[in-house]
């Protein structure tokens, strides 16, 4: 051995690990997505499983706009940063349309997810992240791998566990002049609720006068079960950012295409974003962005979906609802997408004497024991021992549902149970296994 060897031998060499970035180290992958691959290993290994943890549109994309996808499969060439410009120009039309906020396609930009989008955004703006608690989960985490702080806001169940104005008020009066990005997702994940247009004043009011950008989440906003979706856009128009994408209301979650609708006073965060977009991931997929121009133009067949979309899960979020309010949980009924936020503490009792203390532990005795997968209320910004659990109810066929809901003008329990039976069966299955 040589004096080189012997050196390297005898030193301690730091673990590759140990050069990890300190943004990232401890993080954990999305549970959302560790939850699907967890319930695909046990259910090839043979166990049946209700699959009610990831968030994922039970609905087939229309057929209108698979028909332009595969019109538009020959499309090769990159695309400009921000978008498509015809595509641009249908986003705000839409948006125009379905919401009455004025904008053009230079307000526009297009990126492969919403997710992605709202990445960037936070890379490009330095300020604080405020996030009502519960949120989805991967809001934080972002902030955390960038390095930027994040500022949870508590909300109470008696209030739909909507952010108030006044707890936003509180944070803000204690420092008026930090930049501050504040995210607000309506209808909500992971709870299902959304907001009046009085609660949207209020927060725009607030939002206004201690100068916050607000990222308005609104990839649900198709989903609002009254197809009555209002953007808090309109009443804090320059400083409020709009997302959305053909994730949740097309059904299209693989496709990866979100949208950022910015007001002109925000231009420079727009540029900004296009500047790190164009360093990173180029361009959105031009077959995609192609066929998304035919989504966004809308329709009578697209609104048709929707409407039926809707009708499907308004019936069944209440009746789970319902159901589990029977064995006496708290659960608020959801007006929009397709999710419901589950409160276990009137079982707490019962849970301790099986040796279950927390969210946590109390999804992974549902799936073990039932095979129903959900989300732990902690992985939303609750805390560790809150009995508190995110149920997604999209075990279902929805192409089947889609054309069965046509035919008939009422969903009722038998529609339900010969449609959307997997949910029904996994709701039967948590109120048994709560004795």
């Excluded at 968030?55 to 978008?83: I, M, R, T, W």
């Excluded at 949120?135 to 985490?141: D, E, G, I, L």
């Excluded at 053909?246 to 299209?252: D, I, P, V």
Aim: charged share 20%; with cysteine.
């Amino acid at each position: 051995m040589n004096k080189i060897d012997l050196a390297v031998s005898t030193q301690q060499v730091a673990p590759l690990s140990a050069h990890l970035s300190l943004n990232i180290r401890g993080l954990k992958p999305s549970v959302t997505l560790a939850i699907n691959e967890h319930s695909a290993q046990l259910q090839k290994a043979g166990k049946e499983i209700y699959r009610l943890g990831l968030g994922q549109s039970p609905f087939p994309v229309p057929a209108a706009v698979v028909k332009a996808l595969q019109a538009n499969a020959h499309q090769k060439d990159y695309l400009p940063v921000k978008g498509l410009a015809q595509l641009r120009e249908a986003v705000a039309a839409y948006h125009a349309r379905v919401n009455g906020i004025t904008r053009t396609a230079d307000d526009v930009i297009i990126g492969p997810g919403s997710k992605e989008l709202m990445f960037i955004l936070q890379l490009v703006y330095y300020g604080d992240l405020v996030i009502p608690a519960p949120s989805w989960v991967s809001y934080a985490p972002q902030a955390s791998i960038i390095g930027r702080q994040v500022r949870w806001i508590e909300t109470m169940s008696e209030n739909g566990w909507r952010l108030q104005p006044e707890e936003l008020e509180k944070l803000c009066h204690q420092d008026p002049t930090r930049p501050r990005l504040l995210i607000l997702n309506y209808p909500n994940n992971p709870v299902g609720v959304t907001y009046t247009t009085d609660q949207l004043q209020g927060l725009a009011e607030i939002a206004r006068r201690y100068g916050i950008i607000v990222l308005s989440d609104e990839i649900y906003g198709e989903l609002h079960y009254s197809g009555q979706h209002d953007s808090i856009a309109n009443y804090y128009p320059e400083g409020t950012i709009v997302s959305s994408g053909l994730s949740k209301w097309a059904g299209a979650g693989g496709w990866r295409l979100g949208t950022f609708l910015f007001p002109s006073e925000l231009r420079w965060l727009l540029d900004g974003m296009a500047v790190v977009a164009s360093e990173t991931y180029t361009t959105t997929s031009a077959p995609i962005q192609y066929a998304a121009i035919r989504a966004y133009e809308g329709g009578e067949e697209i609104d048709i979906y929707l409407r039926n979309s809707r009708r499907i899960l308004r019936a069944l979020g209440s009746a789970l609802a319902g159901r589990l309010r029977s064995a006496g949980c708290e659960a608020p009924d959801p007006e929009g997408g397709f999710y419901l936020f589950v409160d276990f503490s009137s079982h707490d009792k019962h849970l301790k004497e099986k040796g279950i203390l927390g969210a946590y532990p109390l999804c992974e005795r549902l799936l073990h024991d039932t095979g129903v997968a959900a989300l732990p209320g902690s992985e939303f910004g609750r805390p560790a021992g809150e009995l508190t659990v995110r149920f997604a109810y999209v075990d279902f066929d929805g192409a089947k549902a889609l054309e069965a809901a046509a035919q008939t003008d009422e969903l009722d329990e038998l529609f339900l149970k010969e449609c959307c039976n997997r949910v029904m069966v996994a709701a039967d299955k948590i109120v048994s296994w709560l004795g």
